[in-house]
DNA sequence: TTCAAGGCATGAGTTTATCTCATGCATTGC
DNA sequence: GCAATGCATGAGATAAACTCATGCCTTGAA
């Protein structure tokens, strides 16, 4: 990392110079004359030792360092405007924001929105993916759909749903030569798992069917989403672990199926969690209504 | 959007500071008197109007709003340390990243990846997706999965595959009372649409086929990725616009059928991508390879 | 109780970055 | 040839950034 960073008026028009590519432009921009932007580009290529742009006659080029520098530092630049502007205007308007885990988005909420779309068409539901923690207090999210026990300080938490755990294939390993059908014929298949957000299904699982951690031969295969996992086990690539939400409708439709009847019970599940201060507004609670219409009961 | 910054060297003080939780150890960092940073603070909070920060004795507090400004702004200068560090130093390793779309990489190359990880085990893949077209010259990216005609300037273009576009629905759709049989029973049915990125697809197709383009009586309903309008199709949402790339597995699977024998041949196609100065390197060369043993013959 | 230490605040003055103004240079188009 | 366009240069002006000296308040040790 850079000790010290150029300087940050310089870095500030070069953004706009190159937006515009003109260093005119950029002056109105800024208010200032463009004699200012001309001496501050030449400073900060003094500094940085690179050239940024090649003045041509009547207009302006990057040249490909210039180029390569501009993404980060518009994005920096639209970080700090887009930090202020949230600081100083709090907008809210009839849009309903809801994070939710995306693989929990992508299996089981957005195929059923559109029977809530349906019914509140004036409600604007958009769905933002996160595996942080929310933060209601920037005024970002309207609610939240995480999993857990519930136990969160300064929030309204409602259940939705449990999960299991267990392993889940397409039928086709279930067949042939060699089918798969105790927990030790894993050892003839490609685990597929999903890194970082759920990296330990298999340990659990393994665990729980009191097998060895190492029980297969082949080399696990991993994906970064969940969906991504699911779909490899439907491809008949290996065997995945599932959770019932993720690959309920996989399941009713054929597409995958239990091999074994091991399940690991959860002791946690899937809360809608909202702050508590706006946990009824009519949006919020058109949407806890419809959420639980799609539940099951719980057990 | 603000249309004003304010003080950039106060937001570098209030970043630092508030890392620190100290004026001193910010003053320390970045080589000024502690002095210098009370008075920029006082500066930023006077102009935001908003108090950032309470002062306790011995200690530094943040308010909730410099706590909510906190993460934006820290990533701002975060972007531009390593945009700047980035222009001044390029390292490269023997990682082979390949960008793709994120559709493909979800609906052909992930599937099939597992094969060229088994066959090379020493290079590293990773994929990254994106629409953007590609700037090799950042160093980041060594080749890239394209659609297109190939006609790019400076690089080595090498055909894969090519695409057609064509409803896709859920064979339940076929079935009923209602079936959906001919390009006129559209009406009866919901578009699944893919935002952004394909939303032409359904004004192309139904332009070729003869239709209007507001054929359908039912709300369409727009999904972020294709993957997930897919997903819908297969849930029996509706009918998609498939490509072949992305839906030949499912349709050799039976998951969805084309209703319609209708196709909009396509004369671009995917491509991968690689600059011509370092196309030829091991890695890029044995993932070409492999590549082509993938897809099928040129037609 | 007194003194030292720690750490931010205030105000006056100094330094330096930022900016303006006037002008120059090179091209383009009428 | 002249006007328009647009960046560059240099001197000088302006304003931001910074320093120094000092103040205030708390805490802990002697």
Known sequence: MSPRLPSLNGLRAFEAAARHLSFTLAADELNVTQTAISHQIKRLEEELGVKLFIRQNRT??????GRDYLPGIRAA????????????????????????????????????????????????VR????????????????????????????????????????PVCSPKLLMGDRPLR??????RY????????????????LTAAGLPLTI?????????????????????????????TYVEGDLASGRLVMPFDIRLPADA??????????????NLRAFRQWLLTQVPPKA
């Open 182 to 187: 105790k927990p030790e014929d894993l050892a």
């Open 216 to 244: 297969s031969k082949q080399p696990a295969l991993g994906f970064d989403l969940i969906f991504m996992t699911l779909q490899a086990a439907i491809d008949g690539l290996g065997v995945a672990v599932g959770r019932t």
């Open 77 to 124: 630049f639209n970080d700090l405007r887009l930090a202020t502007d949230r600081l100083l205007h709090r907008d809210r308007d009839h849009v309903l924001t809801v994070s939710t885990l995306a693989s929990f988005a992508s299996k089981w909420l957005l195929p059923r929105l559109s029977a809530f779309q349906h019914a509140h068409p004036h409600i604007d």
């Open 127 to 166: 769905i933002t993916t996160s595996t942080a923690l929310v933060d209601f207090k920037s005024g970002d999210v309207d609610a939240a759909i995480r999993y857990g026990r519930g136990q969160w300080p300064g929030v309204r938490a409602d259940w939705l749903t449990a999960d299991h755990l267990f």
């Open 60 to 65: 302006l080029a990057l040249t490909e360092q």
């Open 190 to 205: 490609t685990l597929l798992q999903t890194n970082a957000s759920h990296d330990d299904d298999w340990r659990l699982w």
């Open 269 to 282: 599940g899937f809360y809608l969690v909202s702050p508590e201060a706006s946990a009824d507004t009519p």
